[in-house]
Each structure stands twice: as C-alpha cells, then as structure tokens.
C-alpha cells in the first residue's frame, strides 16, 4: 500500500512540476506585466535593436574569406575556417550574422507590437514617433544585410530570408521571396520615413539620411537605378564625403565627416568578440599578437599619393598589420561600425548612372573622379 501511495505522489510532482514549466512565460517575452509602460522604456528597448547589430561578425566574414588578408605566423587557428574556406552552416560568423540580426529584429518587433500601449504627452510625441520609426528602420535595414548575406543576387522568386513580424520564441518560420523581402523591408522604411521627425539627425540612431541610404541599397540590389540616383542625389546635397584632411579621422572615430549611420561603440564594448573588438579580427588587442597581415595584393592596389594605405596599414612582410580598426576611445581594437557612408552613396550613384537603360557614362567618370580626388 506504502509503495502505491508512493508511486502516486510521485506521478503527482512530476506532472504539476511539469505543467508549472510548460506554464512559465520565455523570458524574453512581453507582457503587459512588464511591458515598458514609458516613452524612455520604449528607448530602452529600440536600443537594444542597435545593441545585437553584428558588426563584427560581417567585416570579419568578409574580409578572411576573400583576398585581402593572408594568414600571419603568429595566427594560432583564429578565423582559419573561414580563411582556409572549411567552414561549416555552424560556423560561429554566420551563425552570429543570423542570429544577432534576428536578436534585433524580435526587439525591434516588440516595440512595434505593443508601442500603441504606451501614451507619450505632448512633449513627448516627437520622441515617441522617433523610437517607432527606428524600430522600422532596424527591422528592415536587418533583414536586408540578411538577405544579402544568405540568399542569391536578386530575381523576384529566388528564396530569400524569413521575414518576421512576430515575436513567438519558437517559432520556424518559412523563407519568403526575395520580392516578398524586398516589398516588407520597403513598407517598413515607408512606416518609419512618415514618423521620423526631422530633428532626428544623430548618426549613431537611424535618420532620414539613414533610410533613403537603404532605400538606395535596396533600389540597387532589384536594379531600380533611378530610385538609386533620385535618393543618391538627395543625401549627397546634405552629407557631403570627407575630405582628405578629414578621411583618417573617420577610423578612430573621431570625425563623422560622411557618415551618414554607424553603429556606436564605447569602453563598454572593448574586447567585445560580436561587436565592437573590430581590430582584434586582425590582431590581439592585448599583445599585438597578428593573426592577418594585409594581402600584397590589396596594399599594391594603392597608387603613390593615395592617403588610405597609411591609415589602413602598418607595416611590411610578416609584421605588417591591418590598422583600420585599431583604436577608439583609448581601447584598441574599438571602433564604431560604419554602416553607410557617403562615399558609398556616391559609389552607387556611379554604378547606376552605368547601368541605367540610357547610360551616363560621363556623369559616373566624374562620380568617381570626385572621390579620388579626395583620396588621392
């Protein structure tokens, strides 16, 4: 009888304790209990969209599997899968470009879900419309680094990325189109475009500059050359490209002459791996230890004159190291991630003037003559 009694009570804890945790709200789920229930809470939040931008994880992606860097002496295995080209679905780059990106996007969707709960004063309507339309804009700026970085050059019914407007914990979803992306990602800068107030200029926050840029990328990447053009023209008439007594200043973060959208870094990132320890890809922070020296092919790129070398490079031979991203703030490695530029717009203004259906040759000459001036 003892026993049965036993196994009863046994069967008893084990069910209840289980329907306790099967009844446990995720914590990374919203609700009313702990909604933000503030116009600042709603900051807090869209803050941390910014915060889970992979900065990191795309330069070093790119950068180690092309051409541009070659495996130093003193490399012991960091970054060699992707260098050697042995990398696996899992590799942690592209695991954490995914990842992250969609770490922004569920905290950009929980403001756009539940901001209506909030009621901003009158005083605070600009910002409120503000915080909003950063949520759009990040929502939609992750899901087209995403798509570039995951799915095939553009064709309206190639699979693109699963573009999320939920925020279930669990959830699978499908991949959509890359016109279905395109169309979401679109709608979104359109929604955040009608809210942003204009005193929204701070290029670390997402700005109108910031979503005509994106706007122009995605205009780019479908082959809508005059939209690329039309918005090109509009941010270059406000954000003119650095000069070159300003271009060094832009890689120790302190001038922010054409940028138009960085991801900010402070002391609180040093020696972050995802985010903001973008020197450390190359070399170790604390010792100087290098892991790549920059390719002979890219530093022959660079004709005599030219400024970018000496700031990109230091350096000859085994000992030569990759010094665009080696320090900010006083703590090496740290840089912000620069995410539009306006040498990038002008870039783009030239590559649709070629590829327009009546080509301007002669106007995308004088697009790139424009920057080399500067740069040489």
């Known amino acids: 009888m003892k026993k049965h009694i036993l196994i009863l009570f046994t069967i008893s804890v084990l069910f209840y304790g289980c329907t306790d945790i099967l009844d446990t709200t995720p914590g990374d789920a919203t609700t009313d209990a702990n909604f933000p229930n503030s116009v600042d809470d709603l900051e807090q939040m869209v803050l941390g969209a910014y915060n889970a931008y992979p900065g990191r994880s795309i330069i070093e992606a790119s950068s180690l599997i092309s051409d541009d860097v070659r495996l130093a002496p003193t490399n012991t295995?960091?970054?060699?899968s992707l260098y050697n080209w042995s990398y696996t679905s899992t590799e942690a780059d592209f695991e954490g470009i995914w990842d992250?990106?969609?770490?922004?996007i569920n905290r950009a969707n929980q403001v756009l879900l539940n901001f209506s709960k909030?009621?901003?004063t009158a005083t605070e309507l600009d910002d409120y419309?503000?915080?909003?339309?950063?949520a759009y804009g990040m929502r939609a700026l992750s899901h087209f680094v995403l798509l570039q970085t995951f799915s095939e050059a553009y064709a309206p019914s190639n699979l693109g990325v699963p573009y999320v407007t939920s925020?279930?914990?669990?959830?699978?979803?499908?991949?959509?189109?890359?016109?279905e992306v395109l169309n979401a990602i679109k709608a979104d800068i359109t929604e955040a475009l009608s809210l942003l107030p204009a005193s929204a200029t701070d290029v670390t926050r997402i700005n109108v500059s910031t979503l005509k840029a994106l706007k122009a990328k995605v205009a780019l990447w479908e082959g809508d050359y005059s939209t690329v053009i039309t918005e090109a023209n509009d941010i270059l008439a406000t954000t003119p490209i650095a000069t070159s007594a300003e271009f060094s200043?832009?890689?120790?973060?302190?001038?922010?002459?054409?940028?138009i959208f960085k991801i900010g870094r402070d002391a609180t990132n040093a020696g972050d791996g995802t985010s903001g320890d973008l020197g450390g890809i190359y070399t170790r922070s604390s010792n100087s230890d290098i892991f790549y020296n920059p390719s002979d092919e890219i530093v022959g790129l660079y004709g005599a004159g030219d400024i970018r070398p000496a700031v990109y490079f230091s350096g000859s031979?085994?000992?030569a190291q990759v010094t665009k991203y080696a320090t900010s703030e006083a703590q090496p490695g740290l840089n912000d991630t620069k995410v539009f530029r306006a040498e990038d717009i002008l870039l783009m203004r030239a590559e649709a003037k070629v590829k327009s259906i009546t080509p301007d040759l002669s106007g995308a000459g004088a697009d790139v003559s424009?920057?080399?001036?500067?740069?040489?």
């Not at 295995?77 to 060699?80: E, F, N």
């Not at 925020?167 to 016109?179: G, H, M, T, Y």
């Open 167 to 179: 925020i279930e914990v669990q959830q699978q979803p499908a991949r959509n189109s890359s016109l």
């Open 100 to 104: 992250n990106f969609y770490v922004s």
């Open 129 to 134: 419309n503000r915080f909003v339309a950063e």
């Open 317 to 319: 031979g085994i000992t």
């Open 77 to 80: 295995g960091q970054g060699t």
């Open 249 to 259: 200043g832009l890689w120790n973060d302190t001038s922010e002459a054409g940028i």
């Open 118 to 120: 909030v009621t901003p």
């Open 370 to 376: 424009m920057l080399l001036q500067i740069e040489v």
